[in-house]
């Protein structure tokens, strides 16, 4: 299941790398998707949530971030 963060939960989600799982957050246009599934706190920026949602459910798969980092 992937949940809906507000952006400030979404910064302490990654700064912690608590709690694990997928998640995204949104703002000023862009969606950020958080894969904290193995506590690395992945992260991609998208600029539709269907994207943002794929690359979650498949990060090795078509769906590529404008940019993609581990966080910390």
Not at 23 to 28: G, L, M, P
Not at 65 to 70: A, D, I, K, Q, T
Request: hydrophobic share 35%; aromatic share 10%.
């Amino acid at each position: 299941m992937i949940r809906k963060l507000k952006p400030i939960q979404a910064r302490a989600l990654i700064a912690a790398r608590r709690p694990n799982g997928l998640f995204y957050s949104y703002q000023d246009g862009i969606y950020t998707g958080i894969d904290n599934s193995t506590g690395h706190a992945w992260v991609g920026k998208f600029t539709s949530l269907h994207k943002c949602k794929e690359w979650l459910r498949n990060p090795s798969g078509t769906a590529q971030p404008v940019e993609l980092e581990e966080a910390g």
